[in-house]
C-alpha cells in the first residue's frame, strides 16, 4: 500500500487543516495572527496557520470547562468512553495515508517511518488507555471495624498537553490516551512547526462520538499559547513534551497561578556505554547507529554520548560507521527514504553550530559533519560521529537533537558509570556486555528512568516512559500515566 500511493501527487492535493479546533469545530482565531508552516524537505511554504493568543486560549478553556462540568465525558461510564475512544483510535488508522502525509509534510520525516510508525502507534496508544479504563479499580483501605473506607481516583478537569515536533501524533498520544480515558477534558497545544496532525485528532475524536469541548486545539506560538495556557487560573494541570528550558518555564508558570500540576517529559543526553566484554559489536553498531540517526537524532531519549572501553574503540566505531549509511538523507516523500530532513532551517542551524563547536573544542569528525542536499532547498544533514570527544565538552553535555553521535573513550567498568551519570539528564541510558553481572551492575549504577541492556530505544504501552533528575518527572504510557491526570479521594463511611 505504502508503495503504491503517489505521495508526491497526494502531497499536492492533500488539505492543510490551519484553523483552531475548538467545541467541535474549526474556528477563526480570535488574533488573526498567523505564522507560517513550511516543508523543511524543500523549505517552500505549505500555508498559513492560525496562531491563538490568551484570549483564544480561554474561549478553549472555557469550552472545554463547560464540557466537564457537564459531566457529558467525565461522568459518562468507562465502558461508554472506552467505545468512543476505540473508534477515536479506529479513525485515526483509517485515515493513516492522510496522517502520515500531514506529518511528513510538516517534519520531513520518511513517509515510510509516518505511515508504519507514527500513525500507528498513535492509535495503538488510544486503543490501550481505552481498552484499559473500565478495567482499573479503586481499593478499600484497611480501616476501623466501623469504618468502610474508599480511595478512589478523580480526573483533574482540563488538561493542557504541550507538545513537540519530533513525534507530533505519538506525543499527542501519550497524553490524550490517559488524560481522555480518565475523564478529562484537553486542550491540546501542538509544536509549531507541526500542527497538522494535532487539528485533523481534533476532527476525528468528534466524528468518534467524542463531545464537543472535550478535545480542543489551539495551534499556535509558544511562548504565547503555550505561556496562556501556563499561567491559566483554570486549566488544572499541563502534560508537558519538549525540552528542559520550557518544562522550567511550566513550573514557574504553575506556581504564578493555581499551582496546576505539571507533568514533565523532558530533554536527554542519553549514555551508550560499550564495555569491554561486548560480545556482539555487530548487534552494538546496529543499535548505536539506530539510536542516534532514526528520525534525524531527533529524539529525547537518542543514545548521543558513546562511552566506549578503549580496548575495542577502533573497531566499534568503524562498524558503527558502516551502519550510518543507511541513513544517508533522503527524499521524504520516498518510500525507500530512511533519513528525511531536519525539522526546520533553525533546528539544521543549531545542530550545525553544535558541530563547529565540537570541532572547534578539538573532537574529530569521522564522519559527515555537513549540510547536504543544499540543491533541494531543504534541511539536510548526514550522519555524523565524532571522535576523541572529551564529556566535558559543549557536544557531550548539550542536548543536540540531531544526527550526531560523540564518542567518548574510557577505561573499564567504573569510569564508563561514573561518565555516563555525568550529565544533567537521566531520560535513559544502555549498556552492551556479555557478562551477566556486569549487565545487573549497570542497570544498577545508571541513573535514567530507562535501561537498555543489550537493546536500544525498545518500548512498549505496557511500560513506563520519563525521566531522574532534568529529563523531568511523571511517566508517560503503562497505567502509571493514569496517575499524573487524577487526583485520589479518600471516602470514610460511619457504620
Ligand atoms: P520546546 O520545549 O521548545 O517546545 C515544546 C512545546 O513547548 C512546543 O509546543 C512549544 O511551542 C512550547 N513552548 C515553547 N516555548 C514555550 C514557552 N515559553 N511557554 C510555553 N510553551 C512553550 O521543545 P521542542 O519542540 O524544540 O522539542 C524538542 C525537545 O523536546 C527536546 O529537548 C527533547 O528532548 C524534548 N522531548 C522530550 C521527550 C520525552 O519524552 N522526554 C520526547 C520528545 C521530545 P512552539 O513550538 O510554538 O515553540
Aim: charged share 20%.
Amino acid at each position: 500500500m505504502l508503495q503504491e500511493i503517489d505521495w508526491h501527487a497526494r502531497a499536492k492535493a492533500v488539505a492543510l487543516p490551519n484553523r483552531p479546533f475548538i467545541d467541535g469545530q474549526y474556528v477563526d482565531s480570535l488574533s488573526g495572527e498567523t505564522f507560517a508552516c513550511i516543508y523543511p524537505g524543500n523549505g517552500r511554504l505549505l500555508t498559513d496557520v492560525a496562531s491563538c493568543n490568551a484570549a483564544d486560549v480561554d474561549v478553549a478553556v472555557r469550552s472545554a470547562r463547560r464540557a466537564f462540568e457537564s459531566g457529558v465525558w467525565s461522568r459518562m461510564a468507562p465502558a461508554d468512553r472506552r467505545r468512543i475512544l476505540l473508534r477515536f483510535s479506529e479513525l485515526i488508522l483509517a485515515n493513516r495515508e492522510e496522517l502520515a502525509l500531514l506529518e511528513t509534510l510538516n517534519v520531513g520525516k520518511p513517509i515510510a517511518n509516518a505511515y508504519n510508525g507514527d500513525v500507528v502507534s498513535a492509535a495503538a496508544c488510544i486503543a490501550w488507555y481505552a481498552e484499559a479504563i473500565d478495567k482499573v479499580y479503586g481499593e478499600v483501605a484497611a480501616t476501623a471495624h466501623d469504618m468502610t473506607t474508599l480511595v478512589m481516583r478523580e480526573p483533574l478537569g482540563i488538561v493542557a498537553a504541550v507538545v513537540p515536533w519530533n513525534y507530533p501524533m505519538s506525543m499527542a498520544a501519550w497524553k490524550l490516551g490517559p488524560a481522555l480515558a480518565t475523564g478529562n477534558s484537553v486542550i491540546l497545544k501542538p509544536a509549531e512547526q507541526s500542527p497538522f496532525t494535532a487539528l485533523k485528532f481534533g476532527e476525528l475524536a468528534i466524528e468518534a462520538g467524542m463531545p464537543p469541548g472535550v478535545l480542543n486545539v489551539v495551534p499556535g506560538l509558544g511562548h504565547i499559547a503555550g505561556k496562556a495556557l501556563g499561567l491559566h487560573m483554570d486549566v488544572d494541570c499541563v502534560g508537558f513534551t519538549g525540552s528542559t528550558e520550557v518544562g522550567k518555564y511550566f513550573m514557574q508558570y504553575s506556581g504564578q497561578s493555581n499551582i496546576k500540576r505539571i507533568g514533565l517529559e523532558l530533554g536527554g543526553k542519553s549514555p551508550q556505554v560499550v564495555l569491554a566484554d561486548c560480545d556482539d559489536l555487530d548487534a552494538a553498531a546496529a543499535g548505536i547507529a539506530a539510536g542516534i540517526f532514526a528520525n534525524t537524532g531527533q529524539v529525547c531519549n537518542a543514545g548521543s554520548r558513546l562511552i566506549v572501553d578503549e580496548k575495542i574503540h577502533d573497531q566499534l566505531l568503524e562498524k558503527i560507521a558502516a551502519q550510518a549509511r543507511v541513513f544517508a538523507p533522503g527524499d521524504p516523500l520516498d518510500t525507500a527514504t530512511r533519513m528525511g530532513s531536519m525539522v526546520s532551517e533553525e533546528q539544521m542551524d543549531r545542530v550545525l553550530g553544535y558541530i563547529d563547536a565540537g570541532r572547534a573544542d578539538g573532537a574529530r569528525p569521522v564522519l559527515g559533519g555537513g549540510r547536504v542536499k543544499t540543491e533541494t532547498g531543504g534541511f539536510y544533514i548526514e550522519p555524523t560521529i565524532f571522535e576523541g570527544v572529551r564529556n566535558d565538552m559543549k557536544i557531550a553535555q548539550e542536548e543536540i537533537f540531531g544526527p550526531v553521535l560523540s564518542a567518548i573513550p574510557v577505561k573499564g567498568f567504573d569510569e564508563a558509570m561514573a561518565v555516563a551519570n555525568d550529565t544533567v539528564y537521566g531520560l535513559a541510558g544502555a549498556v552492551w556486555t556479555g557478562s551477566v553481572k556486569n549487565a545487573h551492575r549497570a542497570a544498577k549504577s545508571l541513573r535514567a528512568g530507562v535501561v537498555w541492556v543489550n537493546c536500544f530505544d525498545r518500548g512498549s504501552l505496557a511500560v513506563p516512559f520519563g525521566g531522574f533528575k532534568q529529563s523531568g518527572f511523571g511517566r508517560d504510557k503503562s497505567l502509571h500515566a493514569m496517575d499524573k491526570y487524577t487526583d485520589l479521594k479518600a471516602v470514610w463511611f460511619a457504620h
